[in-house]
Nanobody
């Protein structure tokens, strides 16, 4: 059974930093894509960043240069380092995974496995 357990998040002043973590268990595929999505109140869920089994990373334009997605394969954990946070980054953040190596940020419907979500609030 695949489980994605998120931690991190919280409230931070604009310009600050946060790191989100997503510990995966039962996800043992050699080819995969893992990523972060977010959903702000009243808005659709959007892709933020992905990383695939080839080590390639992809970012939404809105977070390029500020967010970094990376993984610790030894601990089966996915991270999202968020720097230079803005109030527009306020949202519920979700990690997700699926068992194909994808280039880019695929639509969320491709991801069968999701974390429970964690709130990020950026105040000015």
């Amino acid at each position: 059974q695949v489980r994605l357990m998120q931690s991190g998040g919280g409230s931070v002043q604009a310009g600050g930093s946060l790191t989100l973590s997503c510990a995966a268990s039962g996800f043992t595929y050699t080819t995969y894509t893992m990523g972060w999505f977010r959903q702000a109140p009243g808005k659709e869920r959007e892709g933020v960043a992905t990383i695939n089994s080839g080590g390639n990373t992809y970012y939404a334009d809105s977070v390029k240069g500020r967010f970094t997605i990376f993984q610790d394969n030894a601990n089966d954990t996915l991270y999202l380092q968020m720097n230079g946070l803005k109030p527009d980054d306020t949202a519920m953040y979700y990690c997700a995974a699926f068992r194909l190596q994808w280039s880019g940020i695929p639509r969320q419907s491709l991801f069968p496995f999701w974390g429970q979500g964690t709130q990020v609030t950026v105040f000015s």
